[in-house]
């Protein structure tokens, strides 16, 4: 008997829905960093065994959209709720709900099997978590609740356990040596773009994008030239900082990743480009792969 199916991880931006797929699939698949908005796309993760496939999606944190790309984001949301076998709904200790009441109500009555994880309980009080788990009982009776810390990789185990309980059987939806549904530029991208979250301050890192125009393999080394997009000229001078200080330490702490992630030397060149009001630009957003 083989089982496979998709499960897909929602809820509010920073409650650990990347820290527990990477937990899941032992790769350091979607960027985790302590500000919203850090997941911008779906990301699949397959985590495969003899008898079973779990395709994993880690979709951006729900917010009410401002924009375009953020209007873009939530439709990825939108579609892990249609495509899933088993909903993951991930909140913190402490947190109340969902920003957004109608996807609040598609979980409560959601016909799929779902489980809300109650992240972060390394970092409370053993009766402050029963209360919180009173609290979403009353909230959502349906769903089953299990206690994690996705960071201390606690109960992650049993977790995966009831997932594969729940799967249904079902032939493997990709080869199983595949680990994501996403080509080698994305992650280049993410890591990139993660660098930018953690370096630059305030609007910055939203205003970015990253794009890999040239990234070619051979044995010893890979070679990659990304162009970071950003929306005003003022912007660009930030990004390039002070004799191009601020850039080169962005392709030092990126390569660094880059080179963990590929197991292999890389030589990477940085660039930066002003796309104006790419965010807000259908064609552009269509461009970097959000609007399907």
Do not use: C
């Not at 397959?46 to 994993?56: A, H, P, R, S």
């Amino acid at each position: 008997m083989h089982k496979s199916g998709f499960v897909n991880i929602i809820g509010n931006p920073n409650v650990g829905k990347s820290t527990l797929m990477n937990a899941f699939v032992g790769e350091r698949l979607s960027i985790i960093t302590s500000k919203a908005q850090t997941t911008r796309h779906r990301i699949l993760g397959i985590v495969n065994g003899d008898d079973f496939q779990v395709i994993l999606s880690d979709t951006p944190g729900i917010i009410k959209p401002a924009y375009e790309l953020q209007t873009s984001m939530m439709d990825f949301v939108k579609s892990a709720f249609e495509d899933a076998d088993v909903l993951l709904y991930m909140v913190e200790i402490g947190e109340k709900g969902l920003k957004d009441e109608i996807f609040f109500e598609r979980i409560k009555n959601s016909k799929i099997p779902v489980l809300l994880l109650l992240n972060k309980i390394d970092t409370t009080e053993q009766e402050f978590l029963e209360e919180q788990i009173q609290y979403w009982q009353g909230l959502l009776p349906k769903v089953e609740i299990h206690p994690i810390s996705a960071l201390e990789n606690f109960n992650v185990k049993e977790v995966f356990e009831r997932i594969l309980e729940l799967l249904p059987e079902g032939p493997a939806y990709y080869p199983k040596d595949q680990l994501t549904d996403k080509p080698e530029r994305f992650f280049v991208n993410e890591i990139i773009r993660e660098k930018i979250l953690l370096l630059y301050k305030k609007e910055i890192p939203y205003a970015v994008e990253v794009e890999t125009e040239e990234f070619l393999e051979d044995e010893k080394i890979i070679r990659i030239r990304s162009v970071i997009m950003v929306e005003r000229d003022s912007q660009k001078g930030i990004i390039i900082g002070h004799k191009g200080g601020a850039l080169k330490k962005v392709g030092v702490e990126a390569r660094k990743d880059l080179e963990k992630f590929f197991a292999k030397q890389v030589h990477i060149e940085l660039y930066v480009k002003v796309n104006k009001n790419w965010r807000s630009s259908a064609r552009q957003l269509k461009r970097f792969g959000y609007n399907n």
